[in-house]
């Protein structure tokens, strides 16, 4: 039975919701401000988290095993070129495969393609474990399998990178690369520390060992994954084609440049070729120094991926990449001009701060701006940049320094680098106004 509302009461609301206030329009509300590494893309896809976690663990392993076979073709040789060989042996492979693992990566499934080749590299660190064990101490074995190894990582890569955008969404591909960067300098830096480590303490077979161990962490994310075939466009043909990754490339002016202005960072100023000299000659140290120079822009890099969070705030990547590897550049040629060597330190520490940023606006451009189908190819191609470009820097960065002065050498490459990608922005000047929101290659 109803009752009749009384004339002096209100007439209860047709909607419980009209006497709520209204809700916040969630565009208003204003982004929380953050400083440390956005944790996002680990908290709302576990294949990410997954797939972070066994990279970590991985790299670190690596990282071991790397420094672990130098020392030991020293061992086996006392020469110095039979260490740099083991560079050459693994740069090769890398930029061959590098190409034709992208354009393998756009024709299966990516993630039986990082299965195979992950399979591969943990196969190779069993190798090594197996054959120190065994007493079988043999140069040409070391060289062979350091080769293998950049041939499963130029396969593993492109398969690996080109699965992100697939696994989160695209506001929060910034974060997931500043995640993957803080990953592999975490690796670079401590595993060879621990390799040392282990190798002094228990031998080779040790650092070969954990590292089998290690790469386990990678199978199992990797296992986990869902399919990843690429998404093809109606009409294309089943087979991806190297030339047909360099012809989309050619008509792309935005990625284009994320790989210019990475090459003016790495071939112009890239002074780890000196840093012996200049420990002694400016410094006054030793190989202890030396080491320091080489760490302290993978230190910068760590701290510029830990403190990160605020680079998801960021839409206008283009310009956030000129300024970046301009940063790189001025940074070096302070430290060409510097004979302190804290302040030297420093002045690494900042370049590397400045590396890691424009990492992170790299990969989410070419990620972002990218069909699915091409990024296999041109993750293949940015593994060739990456992987050629250090390694011509520092024949640039020796050659110059004999030549010259290590001054010369290591301030003037800092300020061709400004030069160099300041025409770069001058010439092309939509990479200034890329924007996120509206990814255009």
């Known amino acids: 039975m109803h009752s009749e509302t009384s004339k002096d009461e209100p007439p209860a609301p047709d909607d419980a919701r009209a006497i709520l206030p209204p809700p916040r329009d969630p565009v208003a509300v204003p982004p929380r401000r953050r400083l440390l590494a956005d944790l996002t893309p680990l908290r709302t896809s576990a294949d990410f988290r997954r797939l972070w976690i066994g990279n970590t663990i991985s790299w670190v392993g690596q990282g071991m095993t790397a420094l672990a076979i130098s020392l ?152 986990r994954l869902p399919a990843m075939r690429p998404q093809r466009e109606e009409g294309s043909r089943g087979r991806a084609s190297v030339l047909d990754g360099l012809r989309f490339l050619a008509t792309r002016p935005n990625i284009r440049m994320t790989f210019f202005t990475d090459l003016c960072a790495m071939v112009l100023a890239h002074p780890r070729a000196l840093f012996p000299a200049v420990a002694v000659i400016w410094y006054g140290g030793d190989a202890k120094t030396a080491g320091l120079l ?84 041109l993750q293949g191609v940015f593994i060739v940049v990456v992987a050629g470009g250090p390694r011509l820097g520092d024949f640039l960065a020796g050659s110059l320094g004999d030549l010259a002065s290590p001054t010369a050498a290591v301030t003037g490459g800092g300020l061709l680098c400004v030069l160099a990608v300041t025409a770069l922005g001058l010439r092309w000047r939509n990479f200034a106004r890329y924007d996120a929101r509206d990814p255009q290659p």
């Open 72 to 223: 030991q073709v020293y061992d086996l040789t006392h020469s110095s070129f039979s260490v740099g060989l083991v560079g050459l042996f693994s740069l090769v492979p890398l930029v061959v495969f590098g190409l034709y693992g992208g354009a393998i990566a756009d024709t299966v499934d990516r993630r039986l393609l990082g299965l195979a080749s992950s399979t591969g590299s943990w196969l190779l660190a069993v190798a090594l474990a197996v054959a120190a064990f065994a007493g079988f101490h043999q140069v040409w074995f070391l060289y062979a399998v350091v080769a293998l190894q950049a041939v499963c990582a130029a396969l593993n890569s492109p398969a690996r990178t080109s699965m992100i955008p697939r696994l989160l969404p695209a506001e929060q591909l910034p974060a997931a690369n500043a995640l993957n960067s803080m990953t592999t300098t975490f690796g670079t830096m401590t595993g060879p520390m621990l390799g040392g480590a282990l190798v002094g303490l228990w031998g080779y077979q040790a650092a070969y060992l954990i590292d089998a161990v290690a790469f386990t962490a990678a199978l199992y994310a990797m296992w």
């Open 294 to 377: 080489v760490a302290a822009p993978a230190v910068g890099a760590l701290l510029g991926s830990v403190f990160s969070g605020w680079l998801g705030r960021i839409h206008r990547h283009g310009v956030a990449i000129l300024l970046a590897v301009g940063g790189w550049g001025l940074a070096v040629a302070v430290f060409g001009l510097t004979r302190n060597l804290w302040l030297g330190l420093l002045f690494l520490a900042l370049a590397g701060a400045a590396d890691a940023i424009s990492m992170v606006f790299r990969s989410t451009m070419l990620q972002a701006a990218t069909p699915d189908a091409m990024r296999g190819r």
